[in-house]
């Protein structure tokens, strides 16, 4: 079977998830064996969870930082454009899953200027200037797959799904092997879950 035509792959992430960055990583993986066009977009977990009373005072806290980066990434978008989303991504994601660095304006700039873009963007952190436009890009990924999912959300054409989820992210033969399942199962008509517990943390390596 020939892949010579590249393929639209949109994906929705929040940076400070692990699991979407481990989805993303297996996404980057297929890119480098099948001719992909990665079209990057905003979700947010402080958006997902918006208006839920069920969670402690420490997750919404905690939901409240997450929301910072994501900002930082829509003020980024909007200075340069969306295609410079997919390298300030990495460079995020690197300080926040593999390095431990914390949410914080020091590691934004960090991964912005690493990313050959303006630090001083880490300002937007903390205003609400990018909101809109980060719900809007929200709305689009979830309104794709419905509210009872997480990030990321992934759209290969007129199919959406969120996931997968899967530790570590695959390489080589078993990325394809795997891209080729998740897509004929989520183009099955009427199809709409597979799931079992998580039996182990995020891998990173």
Sequence with gaps: MRHD???PVDFW?????PWAWLTSRWVLEVAR??????RWHLMSLTLLN???????????????????????CAAAEREY?????????TELGSRFH??????????????????????????????EAYDGAVRASHHD?????GTDVGTPVVAVGDVAFFGPVVTPAPRGEAATRLWDG???VAATDGFFELKRTRTREPVFT
């Design 5 to 7: 035509t590249p393929t």
């Design 13 to 17: 992430f929040d940076p400070t998830c």
């Design 33 to 38: 064996q099948r001719p992909l066009e990665l």
């Design 50 to 72: 918006e208006g839920r009373t069920d969670l402690p005072e420490r997750w919404h806290r905690d939901l409240a930082v997450r929301l910072e980066p994501v900002r930082v």
């Design 81 to 89: 454009g969306p295609k410079v989303l997919g390298r300030l991504y």
């Design 98 to 127: 593999l390095e431990r660095a914390p949410k914080e304006r020091a590691t934004y700039a960090a991964a912005l200027a690493a990313a050959g873009l303006d630090p001083a963007l880490a300002d937007a952190a903390v205003s």
């Design 141 to 145: 990924g979830i309104g794709r797959v």
């Design 182 to 184: 998740v897509l004929a």
